[in-house]
């Protein structure tokens, strides 16, 4: 297994990053040499104008899509997929997802939904919905736990949300445009859970928004621009 030698404080490294697409004989470059470091504990904004390469390199952070030019050190672990890795099994245990889009199941209860990802690691149902519930209350929705995803407000669902990508206790919360579709109010009050969640748990996390209210509320801001990284 590749490892670099770390200091405490640095957690995700991102190493001469590079990513393009290809269509036919045209290739267009979507992020260029990108060099950054998070530190453990983080809350780190992403925002840059649309086309820049946010979800993109995200994607790339999360396993989502696959990294061919650069490397990305998690705790000091190479965690861009090779013949060593198993990239579900990274995803499953040390990234937690939170999309624009909750994308929650909606034949499932808000506790069902958050876990179900715990039971794919081979927890039990009991301990699983006990994990869940503990999870709900902290979002300040337990109240909702049997409800479908149809029954509850767009803020809620984003709580729930946010509950299913920290169901698995990862090493690091990947949230693209997670306050997108909510009115500022909700919004706001989604970002102060989500920031006392990160100051009770130590978690580190990196949030792509357009919104510079939201960017300003986190420890630190990354601008991408042109495919290049402008701390």
Known sequence: MNKINISQEEFLTIK???HSYSKGSLKTTVLENLNT???????VALVGPSGSGKTTLLNLIGLLDELKNGKIYLKGKLINPNKHFDRNEIRL?????????????PEFSARENIAIPQMLTGLTKNLSLK?????????GIYDRRNNRPGELSGGEQQRVAIARGLANAPDVLLADEPTGNLDPNTA?????????IVS?????????????????RMDRT???EKGKIIE
């Open 200 to 216: 009770e748990t130590g978690l580190t996390s990196l949030t792509v928004t357009h919104n510079m209210d939201i960017a300003c």
């Open 222 to 224: 990354l601008k991408l």
């Open 37 to 43: 470091v998070i530190k453990k504990g983080e809350m």
């Open 16 to 18: 001469n990053l590079s």
């Open 93 to 105: 245990h040390q990234i937690g997802f939170v999309f624009q889009f909750h994308r929650l199941l």
């Open 188 to 196: 706001q009050e989604v970002i102060t859970q989500l920031r006392q």
């Open 131 to 139: 994990r869940s519930d503990e999870l709900l209350e902290m979002m």
